[in-house]
């Protein structure tokens, strides 16, 4: 019999209970037990849903309370000096603190340990998940000092469950951390690691369980020798350990790393056939008969319902060669995806027949399940028809294929991305007509997003406040940000973004071929949720879509205004993309539709048009073979939308990171006349990217974190400003924030730009 299994479920819960608990719980309006019920409430009800969905074999240890690579640091005590409690037992403080930081007025009143800064945030893959990096010293021991996994599985148990442990596996746990201190190899700490797992396997085994999954999702990635190396030594260890151990494979290929997850001293794997199906017929010839083979089949990382035809044949000829060693599951965990698609209640059936999330997923692995060990159920024929018939809704509906988008997609030529003339030209036309002094100061776009902002967009968007009585207010807002900057002396204004919820929905709403959910959060970080829009069909601008905002603006000085846009590849990486074309066409589509805007703007008089790509950097495909194409057809997606413009109109963009390596040559291929940048939080450091390779066209490298409520004074930009001289010539350089103001106050704004304005005030005189 095929067995079905569930690599993790959303934790935050079907009405985000988790998020809502934890923010109580931190405002201390609810106490430690009341956290822990909900915890425990969630946990029951997610087993329960999974296994009424059909799945055999339950995930334990995906709950967490803030982040799972966090709950992994406490079980190993990996816990930096700054969180360690006095008592040497952590608590859950210790876990919020190491999260969230803690400030200095917290820990006198006894919180925990001292004022400390939060342990540093990166993303989970390719995933928009952020987990919280694991920090080693050299003299880092291990010991377990964590007992949630452990009371989990009891909790499981004593409710009747079958359950799978999940745990991150040794490699992968200290390939996501850093070294701190004296450096040093952290591959060097594996043997003092594993001691940690045997004992993990030997508690759980004395509880009973059969499985445990242990997963190994760097094996997707490009791993030097010594990594590969330390896998086989590492699991040889691990194998006299008791339990048998599934590792598990995702968000990728493994590709050269094949032959050794198939060879690995454990009792079962699972690849990722969504991502990576290629690997399919391969990994039936290498994996030795006595494993378990789990098919990672419905996309853990999306929301549409599987091809259930497809896959099950599929499956099929997997069975044939494995019989009872064949598992089916997610690609992934559905950590990445939304709760329950029953929730929806304003889809129209259509769209929502198309979709499937978290629950919807369960079903479809358990029904791929009975398929394969029952294939005369009725249930099966029944959904296995109706999945048909769903696909091919799909390929013929006029929702998603639209005949005048895909002929102007087929009508673009090379010359389309490139502008009429080259940069040296453009910039000569651009700065007679645009008269700016030297050092020209501006700002990313945003203004502070006030509670009296929110309030109208609400009240609009609930039908309590009326067209005229919104416009006006929204008037009001960009009327008082043109005069905050007309004031402070700014050179280059923006309307503010007053009217903006957010940079990919704003747009989203406004484009053909989105749709949108009501209830379709997932995990960001800690209690932190994103709802993603959702690209159903061929994109396309039905009409302008800033341009009355932005003409207002302009009405209102004699200074030149800077329109503000989303790029392409930005509204792509955060929405859920179509999984029936690829990556690159969505761009292309998104592409044309923000070139209509471009050209609007630029018609309507705008001099100077900002298009945003903050998350260029973040596309990047886990595999370096996979770099070159993604960034080609990134930054020609930009090209596409920006090169429409007359010479003299001037195309800016902004990008808010600062590793710039890999990617310079290919913001440079991007060829927009100015680049923000952020720089301020490493010291203009990323301009050593600048340095090696000569960036042709203007930078405004960030002077001032705008991510802290604190006011950088005139020295310190005069300072960051020169060393950027040093290496940028001065007539190429602008003077801006680091990225957008609407999370600040408007008196942190002034004042910080007060200073800005005066430390480019005094560059002009020392070094113009
Ligand atoms: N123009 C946007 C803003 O100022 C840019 C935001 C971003 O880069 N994340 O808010
Ligand atoms: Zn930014």
Redesign the pocket.
């Known amino acids: 019999m095929a067995l079905s299994h569930s690599l993790g479920f959303p934790r935050i819960g079907r009405d985000r209970e988790l998020k809502k608990a934890l923010e109580a719980y931190w405002k201390g309006e609810l106490d430690e037990a009341g956290l822990q019920a909900v915890g425990r409430r969630l946990r029951a009800a997610h087993w329960q849903v999974q296994k009424d969905a059909g799945i055999d074999l339950l995930p334990v240890g995906d709950f967490a309370w803030y982040d799972h690579v966090l709950t992994h640091s406490l079980t190993f005590g990996v816990i930096p000096e700054r969180f360690r409690p006095k008592s040497g037992q952590p608590t859950l403080d210790t876990l919020f603190a190491m999260a969230r930081g803690v400030s200095a007025n917290k820990s006198s009143q006894g919180a925990c340990c001292g004022s400390a800064h939060a342990q540093e945030m990166t993303k989970w893959f390719d995933t928009n998940y952020h987990y919280l990096v694991p920090e080693f010293s050299a003299d880092q021991q291990f010991q377990l000092s964590w007992e949630q996994l452990f009371e989990e599985v009891a909790e499981a148990h004593s409710l009747g469950h079958r359950v799978k442990p999940v745990i991150i596996g040794p490699l992968t746990y200290l390939w996501l951390g850093k070294t701190k201190g004296a450096a040093f190899d952290r591959l060097d700490l594996l043997e003092r690691l594993l001691p940690v797992y045997g004992e993990i396997l030997q508690r759980l085994a004395t509880q009973g369980v059969e499985w445990v999954q242990i997963d190994e999702p760097i094996l997707a990635l490009d791993l030097p020798q010594d990594w590969k190396n330390a896998f086989e030594r590492g699991y040889n260890i691990l194998q006299r350990e008791p339990g048998k151990k599934l590792i598990a494979t995702y968000f990728g290929g493994l590709e050269d790393n094949l032959g050794l997850a198939a060879s690995l001293p454990v009792d079962g794997l699972h690849i990722d056939l969504v991502r990576a199906p290629e690997q399919f017929p391969t990994i039936l010839d290498r994996l030795p008969a006595y494993k378990v083979l789990s098919l990672g089949v419905v996309d853990g990382r999306n929301i549409w319902r599987t091809d259930l035809q497809r896959t099950l044949a599929i499956l099929q000829q997997a069975q044939e060669r494995l019989g009872e060693r064949l598992w089916v599951a997610p690609s992934c965990s559905l950590l990445h995806s939304p709760v329950d698609l029953e929730r929806e209640d304003q889809l129209g059936d259509e769209l929502k027949s198309w979709l499937a999330f978290a629950v919807q997923k369960c079903k479809e692995v358990a029904l791929l399940t009975t398929a394969l060990n029952a294939p005369h159920n009725a249930n099966v024929q029944a959904a296995l028809t109706q999945s048909e018939a769903i696909q091919a809704s799909r390929t013929q509906s006029p929702r998603i294929h639209k005949p005048a988008v895909q002929a102007r997609l087929a009508a673009i030529t090379a010359a389309d991305s490139q502008r009429q003339s080259a940069f040296a030209q453009r910039i000569e036309q651009q700065r007679a007509r645009l008269q700016l002094p030297v050092f020209p100061t501006t700002t990313?776009g945003s203004f502070p997003q006030t509670a009296a902002i929110r309030l109208a967009r609400q009240s609009f968007k609930a039908g309590k406040l009326s067209l005229a009585d919104y416009t006006e207010a929204m008037h009001n807002e960009i009327r008082h940000a043109v005069e905050v900057q007309e004031n402070l002396g700014l050179d280059v204004l923006v309307h503010g973004e007053a009217e903006r919820n957010d940079m990919v929905e704003y747009f989203a709403e406004q484009l053909d071929g989105y749709a949108f959910t009501r209830f379709g959060w997932v995990q960001s970080y800690g209690s932190r949720c994103v709802k993603p829009a959702v690209i159903v069909g061929d994109l396309s601008r039905p009409q302008a879509m800033t341009v009355e905002w932005i003409r207002y603006a302009q009405g209102l000085s004699r200074k030149v205004l800077k329109g503000m846009l989303t790029g392409p590849v930005t509204m792509l990486m955060w929405s859920f993309p179509r999984d029936d074309i690829s990556r690159e066409q969505q761009a292309r589509q998104l592409a044309l539709a923000i070139r209509d805007e471009v050209l609007d703007l630029e018609a309507a008089g705008i001099k100077i048009i900002q298009i945003?790509e903050?998350a260029f950097r973040e596309g990047l495909p886990l595999r370096q073979a996979q770099w070159q194409g993604y960034l080609n057809w990134a930054s020609e997606a930009f090209g596409l939308c920006a090169a429409g413009v007359r010479d003299e109109t001037q195309i800016h963009t902004?990008?808010?990171y600062s590793e710039f390596n890999d990617v310079i040559e290919s913001i440079a291929a991007m060829d927009a006349d100015v680049i923000t940048i952020?720089t301020s939080r490493s010291d203009m450091q990323l301009l050593q990217a600048f340095e090696a390779f000569d960036y042709p066209n203007d930078i405004g490298p960030g002077v001032y974190d705008i991510h802290s409520p604190r006011v950088p004074d005139t020295a310190e930009m005069v300072k960051l400003l020169r060393k950027a001289a040093q290496r940028i010539p001065v007539e190429r350089l602008w003077v801006n924030p680091?990225?957008?103001l609407k999370t600040r106050a408007w008196s942190e704004t002034e004042a910080a730009l007060i200073n800005m304005v005066a430390a480019a005030r005094q560059l002009r005189t020392e070094l113009a």
Do not use: L, P, Q, S
Request: proline letters at 0%; glycine letters at 10%.
């Open positions: 990313i945003d903050a902004h990008m808010c952020e680091d990225c957008g």
